[in-house]
């Protein structure tokens, strides 16, 4: 579901998402695995990422060369477990954001899965 072309901005897409959950039959609260992506220029940058975001909990999915564009060509995809909860989601976008110009990369966004589970983001302090 592409959701930010049709809302402009993080909070609104994330707002509409979290609407759609509920809609959905997915409860506030209920843990989820978020998936998140990321794209850099650099395959040395995206593994200083994938690095850093291991070494703070995250579930690392894949890192590889995307052959279809040659702008930030290299994509990151990386999961982590929390509540469906809508502060929560815009303080890991916020942090996202702000570790992928880190390293020169760009925060592509989320997804979750619909699957409960347990609560990684309280274990980071986020």
């Known amino acids: 579901m ?17 609407q759609a959950l509920l809609d959905q039959g ?8 978020v998936s998140n992506f990321f ?8 593994r200083l990422a994938e690095e850093e975001l291991a ?4 579930a690392i999915e894949t890192v590889y ?12 995809i990386c999961t982590i477990r929390l ?18 110009s ?3 990369g760009k925060y592509d966004g989320w997804e979750v899965g619909i699957e409960p589970g347990s609560d990684d983001l309280e274990e980071l302090g986020l």
């Open 2 to 18: 592409k959701v930010m072309g049709e809302y402009g901005d993080q909070e609104s897409a994330t707002r509409a998402v979290m």
């Open 26 to 33: 997915i409860e506030s609260g209920e843990i989820l695995d």
């Open 39 to 46: 794209y850099f220029d650099k395959e040395k940058d995206a």
């Open 55 to 58: 070494d703070i909990g995250f």
């Open 65 to 76: 060369k995307h052959e279809e564009t040659d702008e930030l060509p290299w994509a990151l």
């Open 83 to 100: 509540p469906l909860n809508e502060e929560k989601l815009h303080r890991l976008t916020d942090f996202l954001n702000d570790l992928a």
């Open 102 to 104: 880190l390293y020169g």
